[in-house]
């Protein structure tokens, strides 16, 4: 694939990924609660949720995808009321400051789980590759070595915006040296993962 299509899909998705919304406002908020090592299977959840309908919309697959619109809806609705649960969780969970209860560890599977759903129920992430990706690249000429490329680029600048936007959280989670801090950091985290919730309920 010609480096300028790359480039193009790069920049585009760049906007797209880097802006907040309901995936940044979630990663955000569990890096707040959890700390960065436990929020790894999460970030992986995303990137091959993405991969995922990157993959969809390089096969040809979304009229199928339209097709299973309420399976796409239903899962839509899963992801929101689980992202209602981790909420509720963040806003009572205990405000101790000691360096045993930060972060304060959850089961990968799960984190993984939350990861995939908020990825594949979010309309923001579909509209953008089942609807403007096939605007910025010709899909009809992209075959295995260049969705690889795709996917390698996707990759590249996936990581380096959720990784910033991460980092900045741990930034933020550094300063936790007081139960108030503690408690004010899991009220905005909660309110950010109910926010992210009805975002991606109401698109």
């Not at 919304?21 to 995303?46: C, E, K, Q, W, Y």
């Not at 949720?49 to 796409?72: D, I, M």
Request: contains cysteine; positive net charge; charged residues 10%.
């Amino acid at each position: 694939m010609a480096l300028s299509g790359l480039l193009v899909f790069a920049l585009a998705l760049i906007v797209a990924a880097g802006s907040p919304g309901p995936s940044i406002a979630a990663l955000v908020a569990r890096v707040l609660t959890n700390g960065f090592r436990d929020v790894l299977p999460f970030l992986a959840a995303m990137w091959i949720g993405e991969a995922l309908w990157l993959t969809c919309a390089v096969a040809g697959l979304a009229v199928v995808a339209h097709s299973f619109a309420l399976v796409f809806i239903a899962l839509k609705f899963a992801g929101v009321a689980y992202l209602l649960f981790l909420a509720w969780k963040m806003w009572f969970a205990p405000t101790d400051v000691h360096e045993s209860t930060l972060p304060s560890g959850q089961s990968p599977w799960r984190m993984f789980v939350a990861g995939l759903m908020v990825t594949l129920g979010n309309p923001k992430i579909m509209v953008f590759y089942l609807a403007l990706l096939p605007t910025i690249v010709d899909l009809s000429r992209v075959g295995t070595l260049a969705w690889l490329e795709l996917t390698l680029t996707m990759l590249a600048v996936l990581m380096s915006v959720d990784f910033i936007w991460a980092l900045a959280a741990v930034k933020a989670r550094t300063l936790l040296t007081s139960r108030r801090a503690v408690k004010l950091a899991n009220r905005t985290s909660a309110t950010m993962m109910a926010g992210a919730a009805a975002a991606i309920a109401t698109r």
